[in-house]
Each structure stands twice: as structure tokens, then as C-alpha cells.
């Protein structure tokens, strides 16, 4: 039932893209991104619906394929800011959220 | 225009003895949801509440552990008799709606240290 990220972990220089990946074997009906800094809570980056509606940053961008039930997390013009763990939050009803085991993403100058 | 706040941020308790962990939505939200996170893994569903009622506890160990969340104050998580697996990060997220659309706001975390 948890949501399969990969990859596990990336490492770029300031300015490389990365994609970050996330699919369900279930039926899903949002998509919930988040930044975790390592002692920090997580913070809100996006949210994604069933239908194509989109909510949150200015400067990330996401995809959502209900079909495949997976989701991208686009993140161009990397900063050193950037580094953190990526999780995916899906929720199939209701209000709970099952995260995906994270990934790292490290931003190196 | 404070956000989710919790505390205490970090709890030491022996064996054997209980946790109490508090949370305070941000202002306006009446849903609130608990996960817990064990060192450097993802983040697991524990238990939502609304004012007065817990809508969702299928991520709730069956013993040792209660969540409420009263008309007046804030959410609490407790675990009695704790033992050294309950050493976690302990968030607390809040939300305006029910809906898909609302995004959840987390916390700073308890970090719960068993000795």
C-alpha cells in the first residue's frame, strides 16, 4: 500500500534538474509532496488531483497520470536550498495520508 | 499568523513510564493527524481527529497507545508504559478541510528519546 519512490537517492551539482518519482498499485485520488530537512518537520511543496487540478510552489512543478497512478516531481534549476528528502504523501479517501520511504536528494555547490 | 506547534520538542522517559505529546492546530483548522517517524525512515500514519472524535485510527498500536483531541486545548497523543521502540519523531499535522484539496501543515516534531 505504500507509495514506491525512486530513486532512493540522487546527488546533483547547483543548476542539473532532477525528477523524483512516485507510483501506487492502488487507485489514487491526490498526490502530496513534501521537503524534510534532516531534524526539521516536513514542509508543503504540491498537491495534485485526480482530474489535473494543481495546488502549491511557484517553482516546482509536478505531474500526475492517473491512469499509471504515478506522479513526478520536477525540480529544475537546482539550489543548494533544494537538498533535503522528497516524500510522496497518496491518498485514496478520506483524509490520510501513507508517505512513500523518501528520497534524498543532495545539492552540492 | 502562528502555525502547528507542539510540544514538548524532546521528551526522555524511562522505561516503563508514560509520554504525554501535545498539539495546537494551526488557527481555524479542526482536523489534526498524527505520524510517527523512526530514524531515517518516511513518515507513518498513526491517528486522525477532529474536535471530539477520532475519524481514523487503523495506524494506532492496538495497546499502550491514545490520542484525543477535546473541544477545548490541544490534541494529545499518549503512550503509556513505554518502551524503548516508541523512540521516534512524533509529528502532528493540521488541516482546514476534509477534502483532497487540503494541505496538511506539520509540525516541529517530539522527538521521544526511551532510555
Known amino acids: 500500500q505504500q507509495p514506491v519512490q525512486s530513486p532512493q537517492a540522487v546527488i546533483l551539482r547547483e543548476g542539473e534538474d532532477a525528477v523524483i518519482n512516485c507510483s501506487s498499485s492502488?487507485?489514487?485520488?491526490?498526490v502530496h509532496w513534501y521537503r524534510q530537512k534532516h531534524g526539521e518537520a516536513p514542509v508543503f511543496l504540491m498537491i495534485l488531483l485526480k482530474g489535473g487540478e494543481q495546488k502549491g510552489h511557484d517553482k516546482i512543478s509536478a505531474s500526475f497520470n492517473e491512469k499509471k497512478q504515478q506522479s513526478s516531481l520536477y525540480l529544475t534549476a537546482s539550489q543548494l536550498s533544494y537538498s533535503g528528502t522528497y516524500f510522496c504523501?497518496?491518498?485514496?479517501?478520506?483524509?490520510?495520508?501513507?508517505f512513500g520511504a523518501g528520497t534524498i536528494l543532495r545539492v552540492k555547490s | 499568523n502562528a502555525g502547528v506547534m507542539q510540544n514538548p520538542r524532546h521528551l526522555v522517559r524511562r522505561r516503563g513510564q508514560e509520554a504525554r505529546l501535545r498539539c495546537s492546530p494551526m488557527k481555524g483548522h479542526s482536523h489534526v493527524y498524527w505520524y510517527r517517524q523512526l530514524p531515517e525512515e518516511g513518515l507513518k500514519f498513526m491517528v486522525y481527529?477532529?474536535?471530539?472524535?477520532?475519524?481514523?485510527e487503523s495506524g494506532m498500536p492496538k495497546e499502550r497507545f491514545s490520542a484525543e483531541f477535546p473541544k477545548e486545548g490541544p490534541s494529545i497523543l499518549r503512550i503509556q508504559q513505554v518502551v524503548r521502540g516508541d523512540s521516534a519523531a512524533y509529528f502532528c499535522?493540521?488541516?482546514?478541510?476534509?477534502?483532497?484539496?487540503?494541505?496538511?501543515?506539520f509540525g516541529p516534531g517530539t522527538r521521544l528519546t526511551v532510555l
Open positions: 504523501g497518496t491518498q485514496k479517501y478520506g483524509n490520510k495520508l501513507v
Open positions: 492502488k487507485a489514487l485520488y491526490s
Open positions: 499535522a493540521s488541516s482546514l478541510g476534509q477534502n483532497s484539496y487540503n494541505e496538511q501543515f
Open positions: 481527529l477532529q474536535k471530539e472524535n477520532i475519524i481514523d
